[in-house]
């Protein structure tokens, strides 16, 4: 259907003069030559190939971004109206593309390098050196292991979001009240949280928690055993971010034709009865995009683990993130480091395309 | 009505069982609000106490010990010091303020490059080689599940060669991207939801498809952009991974501050307590007064 046209039409009487159409390109042209210009001088003065040169990369990226603003204004310049339309995308696009698939491409590159900041050689390209030590590093693999643990763990953060927002939902005074307070955890930043619960209320000797727990005659221990840790980091991760996928569900909840809930309890239906039959079916597809949003923030846990555990104890709660982010931190090994985050971005890619295939027959809402 | 049926048994029946539902209703309520609030409260109060009422487990302010200004001071942060010079205060403040221009600048960006994009994007077919209108927005939004340490270490190694390590701007550069497809998520929904008719007539009447963009839809699209605009901040505020690899003592946000702190001094905790105070409070300000653009914008996309 989108192939038809334009929503807006537009009717344009364009007169573009060869002469408009010659400084259109002539801007673009030159100020990418410009910005190959000076790049390509800068590789030869890091080279050590001519005598005179910048500092540093600065005058590449002003050029660059000189070459960006003459191809969004050559837009206009050489299409005239149909420019002004593209004007709207291109600026995003640009930004995107430079950000994303440069990096990208170097990334690519420094992962098949034995770059460590600390060597003074730079990076020498080492083959598959990197591929075969990630093979054998147990510390990725259970990195890995427990990406699946944490992803399995939306099941229940699903459930719980669920119910409070039925809560939520419900014929209840203060709503507002409520609702805020339950937005509230959202709000707080990893790290502070990691501080304010993992560090403070789960101390051992003087954290409440661990308090209430001997008060009732157990000993606390929330970091010292695999299971516990892993738990824990789960339960801080959900406590944050239960409040996303409820506002989701709740707006879903919100959304969904009265007359068919009423035509239910009309026809008899307990309050579970409507539940299973009525609202959860008609609730699928909005479950299933909080529920991927929420994997694909799943994905990215590490704030929590790099603060409260760093891993520990023995990478029982390393997430792949975190665990890059001590493979750079500690021991400043680049080459490695990307490339296992690279390894990370397909397995993603794969996991995110496989799960939309699966889920994409529930996203319809049923008739 | 009721006084007809009082002694009937099925209506009394039905009547405990009404009010069983309601107190089993506010107690999950009350008892979630409490698991969400007494952290916050914990740390709060924390920030007010000394080393012998920590190790008490005194809970209650007034009650059970005597709030003292310690922890505040250790940020330079009390009525006592706020008056002279300290280079605490300072030092926290510059974070203060780096996470406030840093979070603002990078989501305003987002909003304005995110909202051009999804007007075109809602409106308009585009055509750039082999990408159609969905493939562009698949592409965006694609961007979301790119996660941050891919990108980081080659931003280390580029930032380092362009002298962007360390500053603000390549922090703002990072967090445009990393909230952007969100914020396309987001007005993507809103723009559709506005009909072409009313910029027809504003073509009719002689604006320029930027005019009427400018004119007719974006004070129709403003809360929408408002929504977009607070989710990014909330995201940009608190975002710590980046910041951590990428900044060293300028462009120093505050996250890393308050991850910095808890390594170095032990358990110093009316001090880590008052700088996690300080961390959380504006946003959680912000979520009181602005809960609703809040919830607008996560909702967004969710219904269709």
Not at chain 1, 260 to 269: F, L, P, Q, T
Request: net charge positive; proline share 5%; hydrophobic share 55%.
């Amino acid at each position: 259907m989108s192939i038809q046209g334009d929503l807006l039409h537009t009717v344009t009487a364009d007169n573009i003069s060869d002469r408009r159409r010659r400084l259109g390109k002539a801007m673009v042209w030159g100020s990418a030559a410009l910005c190959a210009g000076l790049a390509i001088w800068q590789m030869a003065y890091e080279t050590g190939r001519v005598s005179v040169g910048f500092e540093t990369w600065r005058p590449v990226l002003y050029a660059y971004v000189l070459w960006a603003f003459a191809l969004c204004a050559a837009q206009v310049i050489v299409n005239g109206e149909k420019g002004k339309r593209t004007l709207f995308v291109l600026p995003a696009a640009l930004f995107v593309i430079s950000l994303v698939v440069f990096p990208l491409l170097f990334a690519l590159y420094i992962s098949f390098t034995d770059w460590n900041l600390a060597s003074p050689n730079g990076p020498q390209p080492n083959g598959w050196d990197n591929m075969v030590q990630m093979w054998n590093d147990a510390f990725y693999w259970n990195a890995l292991k427990n990406m699946v643990y944490y992803v399995l763990a939306v099941s229940v953060e699903y459930v719980i979001a669920f119910g409070l927002a039925l809560l939520l939902n419900a014929q209840i005074r203060a709503r507002k009240f409520f609702r805020v307070v339950f937005l509230l955890p959202l709000m707080l930043s990893p790290v502070a949280v990691s501080w304010m619960i993992g560090k403070s209320m789960l101390e051992v000797r003087f954290g409440p928690v661990s308090r209430l727990i001997r008060e009732m005659g157990f000993e606390p221990s929330f970091f010292g055993n695999p299971e516990t840790a892993r738990f824990m980091i789960m339960a801080m991760d959900a406590w944050t971010f239960i409040p996303f996928m409820m506002i989701m569900l709740l707006a879903g909840l919100q959304a969904l034709p009265s007359e068919v809930i009423e035509a239910s309890k009309v026809d008899g239906a307990s309050g579970w009865q409507s539940f299973k039959e009525v609202i959860f079916p008609l609730m699928l597809p909005v479950s299933v995009t909080a529920v991927v949003i929420r994997i694909i923030f799943k994905l990215k846990l590490a704030d929590v683990i790099i603060n409260v555990t760093s891993g520990g104890p023995g990478g029982a709660t390393d997430s792949v993130t975190s665990f890059i982010f001590r493979e750079y931190r500690d021991r400043s090994n680049v080459g490695y480091g990307t490339l296992l985050a690279m390894v990370y971005l397909v397995l993603i890619v794969i996991f995110v395309t496989l799960l939309l295939k699966l889920v994409s027959r529930w996203m319809e809402r049923p008739a | 009505m009721s006084a007809v049926f009082k002694d009937h048994e099925g209506d009394t029946r039905a009547k405990t069982k009404w009010w069983a539902s309601r107190v089993a209703i506010y107690a999950a309520l009350i008892t979630w609000a409490i698991i969400c609030l007494f952290p916050i409260f914990w740390t709060i109060t924390t920030s007010f106490k000394l080393a012998p009422d920590v190790m008490r487990g005194n809970l209650i302010p007034w009650w059970d010990f005597t709030p003292r200004w310690k922890g505040w001071e250790s940020i330079g942060i009390s009525p006592r010091l706020i008056g002279e010079v300290s280079t605490v205060r300072e030092e926290f403040l510059k974070r203060f303020w780096n996470s406030t221009v840093i979070a603002v600048s990078a989501s305003l960006l987002a909003v304005i490059l995110g909202s051009l994009a999804a007007y075109g994007l809602s409106r308009f077919n585009y055509r750039f080689g082999f990408m159609r209108n969905s493939d562009i927005s698949f592409f965006f939004l694609s961007q979301m599940i790119l996660p941050p340490v891919v990108l980081a270490l080659p931003f280390l190694v580029l930032y380092k060669s362009l002298a962007l390590l360390d500053s603000r701007i390549g922090l703002i550069l990072l967090y445009t991207l990393m909230v952007l497809p969100i914020v396309i998520w987001i007005m993507r929904d809103q723009f559709q939801g506005i009909p072409v008719e009313l910029e027809e007539a504003a073509l009719v009447d002689g604006l320029g498809i930027w005019g009427a963009f400018f004119q007719i839809v974006l004070p129709i699209a403003l809360p929408g952009m408002v929504a977009a605009f607070i989710l990014s901040l909330v995201l940009c505020w608190n975002e710590y991974f980046f910041a951590a690899l990428l900044t060293a003592t300028n462009a120093t946000t505050l996250p890393v501050m308050v991850a910095s702190q808890t390594g170095s001094q032990g358990i110093n905790w009316w001090s880590m307590a008052a700088l996690s105070s300080a961390a959380i409070l504006p946003l959680v300000i912000v979520a009181i007064f602005l809960e609703k653009y809040i919830i607008k914008g996560m909702a967004a996309g969710a219904v269709k």
